[in-house]
Each structure stands twice: as C-alpha cells, then as structure tokens.
C-alpha cells in the first residue's frame, strides 16, 4: 500500500515554570534565515553519512538540528542535560559549540557510541572540519565564526547568607552550606543555575539587625548538592536538601563590594521578596559584571 512518507519532527520548546528565564538568540536566527525572522519550521538535511563514523544509533539525529536548537537557546558555557541521550547528537552539538553536556541512555552500546563520537572531536582539526559540515550555516566557515565571536557567558555572583557569630567559622573553613527551609522539601527560590555560579558575596543579620553586607566575598572552588534530615538547630524541620560550597583560598574581605550599586539593589529586591526565614538559607544569585 502506498502511503506519504513523514517527513517532519516536532521540537517542544518548554521551560519547567514561568518564572525560570529562558534565552532566545533572536538575532542570530534571524541571521541563520537571510535575515529574517527565523519561522517555525526548519529545512535541513537529512542525516550525513559523516555523522555515523562511531556506529549506527537507530533514531539518530542530524547535528545540524540539535546544533540550531542549541545556538538559539543557550549561551556559551551552558550545561544541556539530553536525558535519552541515544548516541549524544546534542553532546556532540553542544561540545562543538562550547557548551558542556550531560548524557543519560539506559543502553550501553548506544553510550559507548557517544563516548567514541566524544573522543572522536577532542581532536580540534576533526572538531573543525565537523563544524564546517554542519548544514544550516550559509558558509562552511559561518558557525567557527560565530562561536569565536559569541560574547562570553556574565560572571555569576550567588549572595548568601552567614549569621554574624559564624563568619569566622566560614573564614576558617571556607565552606559554605546553602539550605532549603521549605517544608514539603521542594527547593523553592533556589536559582536553577546556582552551579554555575562563580563567586559569593557574603551577607549577614540577625533578628534584631537589619541585613548588611559584610564585605566577605570569594570565589567559588565547587558547588556539591547534598543530603541532609534536618537543619542544625531546627529540631522540627524536614528540610532535606543543601548544598556545599567550597571557597578559594582567596576568600576576603574587600570593602569595595558595599559601594557596588548592582548589589545594593540586589539586596533590595531580595529583602522585598523572601520572608525573613527563608533569607537565612536561599541564595540569591545574579548576573553580574565587573563588580570586583
Ligand atoms: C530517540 S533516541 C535518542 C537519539 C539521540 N537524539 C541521537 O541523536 O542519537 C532515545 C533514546 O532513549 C533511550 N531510552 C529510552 N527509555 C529510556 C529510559 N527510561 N532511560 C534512559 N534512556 C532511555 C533509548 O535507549 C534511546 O537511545
């Protein structure tokens, strides 16, 4: 019997909550589509032969689909998380264009596909003729372009918060723990790239002070997410979650953070939209630039 054969796949474009900032590269599509706005459907080629020199994965995607996907959505430096990674198109996309990746399959032979396309473009002369095969660039020089002049990702300041009697301890151990207080242990107001944050700003207060800068700020060795039953010194709480953070030995003080105008307002706002016990444990984390 005869039948049309499809010829599409529908992408979802979704984001978890309304209130989680998405990115969209509007100029750069529109750059991709003879500069006009980029439509909803996309032309590109089907699977290369060049794309299956690691082995066969049965649905395997073209690079050139996850490669848009990703230009379009994401910054440089951007952790993609691909859950049926398959044999890791959106790994081998994203490591081409400078992102960092994170795969999960539950079959091994499609895994061990991924680690050899993997190995394969740790070879920057292979990575580069990959790059210019890509289809979706108007020339093959277009996306190594791009990604050399794609502006770099704003340092990530994460703000948090130490009770006045601890400061020293933090100086001392250069750790510092970030809670979650909620009771049905979901992690509310915990910024969904709090892992990517590169220096803290340290802030403190107690019930009878107003909320201060302390000038302490350092940059960020490792963010670990770890388990816990209960919060020291909070008896009934289920808290269950919080995460570790180990400072760089050039944790200091540095007077200069009190005269930053960026972290004022941030202070602000963030007084304005937490209550008082979860300021004590969620981070606030900003975008920020040149503020040392
Ligand atoms: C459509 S394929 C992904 C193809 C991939 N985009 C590529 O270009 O190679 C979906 C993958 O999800 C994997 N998968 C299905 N159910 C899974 C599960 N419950 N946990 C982990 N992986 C799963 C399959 O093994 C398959 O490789």
Redesign the pocket.
């Known amino acids: 019997m005869l039948s049309l054969s499809p010829s599409a796949e529908l992408i979802i474009w979704a984001r978890k909550k309304e209130k989680v900032p998405h990115y969209y590269n509007y100029e750069l599509m529109k750059q991709l589509n003879g500069d006009k706005q980029m439509k909803d459907v996309w032309k590109l080629p089907a699977i290369a032969k060049w794309e299956k020199s690691c082995g066969k994965?049965p649905?395997?995607?073209p690079l050139s689909v996850?490669t848009r996907i990703i230009l379009a959505s994401t910054k440089p430096g951007a952790w993609i998380l691909?859950?049926?990674?398959?044999?890791?198109?959106?790994g081998i996309a994203a490591n081409l264009s400078n992102r960092r990746f994170l795969g999960?399959?539950?079959?091994t032979e499609?895994l061990e596909i991924s680690k050899n396309r993997k190995l394969e473009i740790e070879n920057p002369t292979l990575a580069e003729s990959y790059r210019s095969k890509i289809s979706g660039f108007e020339t093959k020089k277009q996306l190594e372009l791009y990604l050399v002049e794609e502006p770099k990702e704003k340092e990530k300041v994460v703000l948090g918060y130490v009770r006045s009697k601890d400061i020293a301890k933090l100086i001392k151990q250069k750790t510092f723990y970030f809670h979650s207080t909620d009771k049905q242990n979901n992690l509310i107001g915990f910024p969904y790239d709090l892992h990517n944050a590169s220096k803290i700003v340290i802030y403190s207060g107690g019930r009878t002070k107003l909320f201060y800068l302390t000038s302490y700020y350092g940059e960020i060795e490792s963010i670990q997410h770890k388990h816990k039953t209960e919060i020291k010194g909070k008896k009934n709480s289920i808290t269950e979650y919080y995460f570790e953070v180990k400072l760089k030995d050039n944790f200091q003080q540095d007077f200069r953070i009190e005269s930053k105008k960026e972290i004022k307002k941030w202070m602000n706002e963030y007084k304005n939209e937490y209550s008082r016990e979860q300021i004590d444990y969620l981070p606030f984390l900003t975008l920020a630039e040149n503020i040392f």
């Open positions: 994965h649905t395997q995607k996850l691909d859950p049926f990674t398959g044999s890791s198109t959106t999960i399959d539950m079959e499609f």
